[in-house]
């Protein structure tokens, strides 16, 4: 018997944010952290700190190890440490790697290239050390900062000459030494120039992003091929700090912005707050500041993108307005479906074979990432993306396991497929997986898969959960859908051949609900409606294809009294299928919105749709108001329910959760303008300005200048005025500039023109 649950219902809707559940065991991966130019003579703190936030984030189950890099030029040797990772006894395989070459990183003095480096690193990687398992094995993950984010991606080239592809390739403001960085003294009293290989991103890499800032020097760089983010500004974390201003050749360089990044990272790692790198503290402060809506204080970037967190890489979103989307950081392949272009690298030494992908559906229903319900007889069908170097032929294996570490027990190989030499191309298989009826419900396992030709291995878990959830042939999960838009899905619950569908609210509007039922055999008799024992209504069936609809009967409506509604099919096996539909009564406030005495506009939008005032809105519903001044006026107030916003003069208000009927107004007022002007002996030049922005005062009464960008957020202020003051506008990007002078009790304002 196999049946099939279809349902249509007929509605308005609104939608909310899913997240997916996070994987009861995680792990399975390699994590290689890497350092940058250090003159400290010691590992950096933020690295362990790091590492043991990411072994904290996969559970708290994993293992760290170091790579120290020592010598001298043309005589580098690396040693490891602390690598008895003892995986054979682990639930866990997840790795964190530390790149500690601290000792040869300041080329002031030692004239050792990034490549260098890399060229001892590498081997480490891909070959076995105290006859532990070998990391190549798992999927990888480099990230790494400053020189080392450069570093990472001539490592990652020379794994691909071994055929080994890299998962994903993180830099945090990198930085290679070119010839316009600060050089050692020439030989033979100095090493000389060091020059790093410059940055691209080889096609073995399947996913690049990059977090850099263009704030102070050392400055970070865009790359192509890269997911980038880029921050103009960094305040706080380690401005907050002392210790971290390098004289270098006689020059004094603040590098609290370029570390920054790292903490910035950090703190997509570890969600709390505060939170700490050992060097420096992200506060609550630093991730208003730092993270825009759409990255949630930390939560959606960075990390999020990682092996442990599985977040989507080949998302079309721009996480900030006009910049990247984030699929543009993954491999353009055909077969891969990123936007990411990839420079070629020489495959002619490769000896390896990697898994890229794996998708995995029932039914063409996908699986989410994270936790999925699967029974008896359901058949998993599983794409996979490979490379096969070596001349060849692999095959894959796909393995039931009930943890995320291939080197310990796992429960049953269930299915192969070969996987053919192809040189460098990338290609696809299929392999088709049939749950036998062997499990008991509850049971949790993981789908491992292995690539191998039978001298070297590599292994790749499918970012999901499956619960097994019963033993005989029963019906899997239905789907409610809106025209082609997917609103909900029915879903088993813990009592056998109960199916649950899952909040229905009262604005939702619903006035009909059909139900397909698709067996060999129902009973096709009109089926009674429950709701707290009393018949609510019937579900009538229409006489063809096992449909059935419901219209409730008088006087029982849709109506927001009602919490649950259950109705009962009979199978062929006389099985008792309850259907459960859950209503939810959501409180619903009017939102209304106008400007003050005219001068501009006001406009609102709940994240989905434009408002129009009046608007009927649910509750917690987050709404963003837009204010637009016209020419020479800017927002003077804001008001909500006629109490005045305070600190805020921008032309943004956001409403958070909304939780009552609202009324916001705006008020605009002119703008004081003097430009390239004389007023009462006070001027300003060059107005428009390329950088510097020169003020003269005849007078000792200036107590503050305060520069706003047109959002009203004040970017630069002066205090303790003298007659002559200048202010560097250079890093700001083009645009206009509101620059308020306080004069006693007077406040002048007038507008600056960046170019």
Do not use: C
């Not at 590498?122 to 993950?141: E, F």
């Not at 030494?177 to 020439?186: F, M, Y």
């Not at 103009?232 to 570390?259: A, Q, V």
């Not at 206009?736 to 004069?743: L, T, V």
Request: proline fraction near 4%.
């Amino acid at each position: 018997m196999k049946i099939k649950f279809l349902f249509f219902i007929f509605l308005m809707f609104s939608t909310s944010l899913i997240f997916s559940q996070v994987l009861e065991k995680q792990g399975a991966g390699v994590t290689i952290i890497v350092h940058g130019w250090n003159p400290d003579n010691a590992q950096p703190t933020w690295m362990q700190e790091m590492a043991d936030a990411i072994i904290t984030r996969s559970g708290n189950n994993g293992h760290v190890a170091t790579i120290t890099v020592t010598g001298t030029e043309g005589n580098l040797s690396a040693s490891v440490s602390d690598w008895n990772f003892d995986l054979i006894n682990a639930n866990n395989a997840e790795i964190v790697i530390l790149v500690n070459w601290t000792a040869v990183s300041n080329h002031l003095t030692t004239g050792i290239t990034a490549q260098e480096v890399a060229a001892t690193v590498a081997p480490i990687i891909y070959q076995s050390q105290n006859s532990q398992q070998i990391l190549a094995t798992l999927p990888l993950h480099l990230i790494g900062h400053s020189r080392g984010g450069g570093m990472v991606f001539e490592i990652a080239r020379l794994l691909g000459l071994q055929g080994i592809d890299i998962d994903q390739v993180t830099a945090l403001d990198p930085h290679p030494l070119t010839t316009a960085d600060p050089q050692g003294v020439n030989p033979p009293l100095g090493p000389g120039q060091t020059i790093d290989a410059p940055i691209s991103v080889y096609e073995n890499i399947l996913f690049t992003d990059v977090y850099y800032q263009n704030i102070e020097y050392p400055t970070g760089q865009y790359v192509t091929g890269a997911f980038n983010r880029l921050w103009t500004s960094l305040p706080g974390g380690y401005h907050n700090e002392s210790g971290y201003t390098y004289s270098i050749l006689g020059t004094n360089y603040d590098f609290s912005d370029h570390l920054n990044i790292i903490l910035m990272y950090h703190g997509t790692i570890d969600l709390a707050t505060p939170v700490t790198n050992g060097e420096a503290t992200m506060t609550q402060t630093e991730r208003n500041a730092w993270f825009n809506t759409y990255e949630t204080q930390g939560e959606i970037e960075g990390f999020y993108y990682s092996h442990n967190i599985w977040g989507d890489k080949k998302s079309t979103d721009n996480p900030v307005s006009g910049g990247d989307q984030i699929i543009d950081g993954y491999h353009n392949n055909i077969l891969l479906g990123g936007n990411g272009t990839r420079t070629s690298i020489n495959w002619a030494s490769a000896s390896w074979l990697s898994i890229l992908e794996v998708e995995s559906s029932i039914n063409t229903n996908v699986f989410s990432v994270g936790h999925n319900n699967i029974q008896a007889g359901d058949v998993i069908s599983t794409d996979f993306t490979y490379r096969n170097v070596p001349y060849n032929n692999g095959i894959v294996n796909v393995s039931f396991d009930n943890d995320r570490n291939p080197y310990n027990a796992y429960i049953s190989e269930i299915s192969s497929s070969n996987a053919p030499e192809n040189g460098s191309t990338i290609s696809s298989g299929n392999v088709n997986i049939t749950i036998p009826n062997t499990f008991t419900v509850g049971d949790k396992f993981y789908l491992k898969f292995e690539i191998t030709d039978g001298s070297t291995q590599r292994f790749m878990y499918a970012p999901y959960e499956l619960e097994f959830t019963n033993s005989t042939t029963t019906p899997t999960a239905g789907t409610l859908t809106f025209a082609t838009t997917d609103l909900g899905t029915l879903t088993r619950t813990a009592t056998n051949n109960v199916y649950e569908l899952g909040e229905i609210t009262s604005s939702d509007n619903l006035t009909s609900l059909i139900i397909e039922v698709i067996d060999d055999n129902i009973n096709t008799s009109n089926i009674n409606v429950m709701y707290n024992g009393n018949v609510q209504g019937q579900m009538i069936y229409t006489g063809s294809n096992n449909i059935w609809q419901f219209n409730p009967t008088a006087p029982f409506n849709w109506s927001v009294g009602i919490n649950t509604l259950t109705t009962q099919f009979v199978d062929n096996d006389s099985n008792l299928l309850d259907i459960i539909v859950n209503f939810t009564y959501k409180q619903m406030y009017d939102v209304t919105f106008n400007v003050e005495n005219s001068n501009g506009s006001l406009s609102a939008t709940d994240g989905t749709s434009t408002l129009t005032s009046p608007a009927t809105l649910e509750i917690d519903s987050n709404i963003t108001f837009t204010a637009t001044p016209d020419a020479n006026y800017e927002v003077k107030e804001w008001k909500i329910n006629n109490a005045t916003v305070s600190n805020n003069a921008s032309t943004e208000l956001v409403i958070d959760n909304l939780a009552e009927n609202t009324n916001v107004t705006v008020e605009f007022e002119l703008i004081t303008s003097i430009e390239n002007i004389n007023v009462n002996d006070y001027s300003i030049y060059p107005n428009p300005t390329s950088g510097i922005i020169n003020f003269k005062f005849t007078e000792d009464s200036v107590q503050q200048i305060a520069i706003s960008d047109i959002t009203g957020k004040i970017i630069i202020k002066k205090t303790n005025i003298n007659q002559n003051e200048n202010i560097d506008l250079s890093n700001f990007t083009a645009g206009i500039y509101i620059a308020k002078i306080q004069i006693n009790n007077d406040v002048l304002t007038t507008k600056i023109i960046k170019k």
